[in-house]
T-cell receptor, first 115, second 113 residues
Framework: AQSVTQLGSHVSVSEGALVLLRCNYS??????LFWYVQYPNQGLQLLLK??????LVKGINGFEAEFKKSETSFHLTKPSAHMSDAAEYFC?????????????FGTGTRLLVSP | SAVISQKPSRDICQRGTSLTIQCQVD?????MFWYRQQPGQSLTLIAT?????????ESGFVIDKFPISRPNLTFSTLTVSNMSPEDSSIYLC??????????FGQGTRLTVV
């Protein structure tokens, strides 16, 4: 079985500060990992994905994440937060063996950005 | 990429009634899924919508409560039957294809009163 743990239901940063959202996974097979963002009253938008290629993955809006197998982590970072980054962020895991079926989501982290 | 349209975007329904949510994808996809996002919580997979056959339900979800249809490669419906206030959630349609990622619709925000 696969699972994802997101540490911190809420993260608050000031505009211009570093954003760090934590995600740890559990998987008995090589995982595929995703970060999605959900803005208020909207669906999910893919930020970035790790699918066994480069371990440092760059996504949209200046976000990036690093896959660390030894730490079973896939933390999301952005060097400088913008007010528009305020949203809910979800980490998710699946595997190639399932054909990208059955994404398992973490509980989400709400990012708050203050001026 | 794929664009997924869901209808309705939101609805307020009386308990005991049923609501059918439609999901339309702008390109042929391999798999379609339905998720539920309860207030303040993460997404939980309800079922995989199989083309031309019965959906595959996850533990805790049953066909009588959440009947699903998928008549072709680009369209699916989810019905929430005999609704109660506990069914108040956001319901999201998702699809995967030849891409290594899942796309999501905007979601249907359901309130049962």
């Amino acid at each position: 079985a696969q699972s994802v743990t997101q540490l911190g239901s809420h993260v608050s940063v000031s505009e211009g500060a570093l954003v760090l959202l934590r995600c740890n996974y559990s998987s008995s097979v090589p995982p595929y990992l995703f970060w999605y963002v959900q803005y208020p009253n909207q669906g999910l938008q893919l930020l970035l994905k790790y699918t066994s290629a480069a371990t440092l993955v760059k996504g949209i809006n200046g976000f990036e994440a690093e896959f660390k197998k030894s730490e079973t982590s896939f933390h999301l970072t952005k060097p400088s937060a913008h007010m528009s980054d305020a949203a809910e962020y979800f980490c998710a895991v699946t595997s190639a063996g399932t054909g990208f079926q059955k994404l398992v989501f973490g509980t989400g982290t709400r990012l708050l950005v203050s001026p | 990429s794929a664009v997924i349209s869901q209808k309705p975007s939101r609805d307020i329904c009386q308990r005991g009634t049923s609501l059918t949510i439609q999901c339309q994808v702008d390109s042929q996809v391999t798999m379609m899924f339905w998720y539920r996002q309860q207030p303040g919580q993460s997404l939980t997979l309800i079922a995989t919508a199989n083309q031309g056959s019965e959906a595959t339900y996850e533990s805790g979800f049953v066909i009588d409560k959440f009947p699903i249809s998928r008549p072709n490669l680009t369209f699916s419906t989810l019905t929430v039957s005999n609704m109660s206030p506990e069914d108040s959630s956001i319901y999201l349609c998702s699809a995967t294809g030849q891409w290594e990622e899942a796309f999501f619709g905007q979601g249907t925000r359901l309130t049962v009163v």
